[in-house]
């Protein structure tokens, strides 16, 4: 069942170690498929190196598995909250990647310092607050999501035009139009953590990018108006 979806979402998933973003079991994608509302995800704690297509888990809304003898990835709850969330988004990804994680450790958003950036992301990529004592130990993984969305509500931010987030103490949640651009758009994020952390090493001061160039370099990409690449 969902043969192409799974593999889409094992090709995601795969991605993860070789752009450097989840060692060890640490990363999880998913895909989507709102027709059938069935998400596959990664199968939880097995090691990239003994993964194949068929593992991928299928879960429903609930995250009650329905294809699958594996156990589906322990954040299953967190995608299903952002795929309810942003009817747009298509794959979602889950990370601790070295840069955008000490950002989320410190509890600072990754503000927009240049081009790179505003290539990626229509503004900074939000961190969110803490999860309480009691959201910890109601339904956890639940309430990271719910956090996260939260967020994106009560800022009035685009999940379609900021394509990820860090959670507080925590890591990264990225998402696309479908897994492979979710697990992109989480070496994205990466990469210009990285950008902002060396930056800042070199001018602790330094300021965010004027909004006019910030607008430029977004919209020339992603508006409607867009000319990048080689169109449609």
Known sequence: MFEEL????????????EYGLAPFTWGNASGVDRKNNIIVIKPSGVPYPELTWEMMVVVDFDGNVIDSKYNPSSDTLTHIELYNAFPEIGG????????????AQSGRPIPPLGTTHADFSYGAVPCTRSLTEEEINSAYEKNTGVVICNHFKDNKLDANAVP???VRSHGVFAWGKNPVKATENAATLEIVAEMALN????????SDIDSYLLDKHYLRKHGKNAYYGQGK
């Open 199 to 206: 930056t800042f090493i070199l001018k602790s001061d330094v």
């Open 92 to 103: 979602a990804v889950h990370t601790h990647s070295k840069y955008a994680t000490a950002f």
């Open 164 to 166: 990820g987030v860090l």
């Open 6 to 17: 799974k593999k889409e979402v094992y090709r995601a998933n795969m991605l993860l170690p």
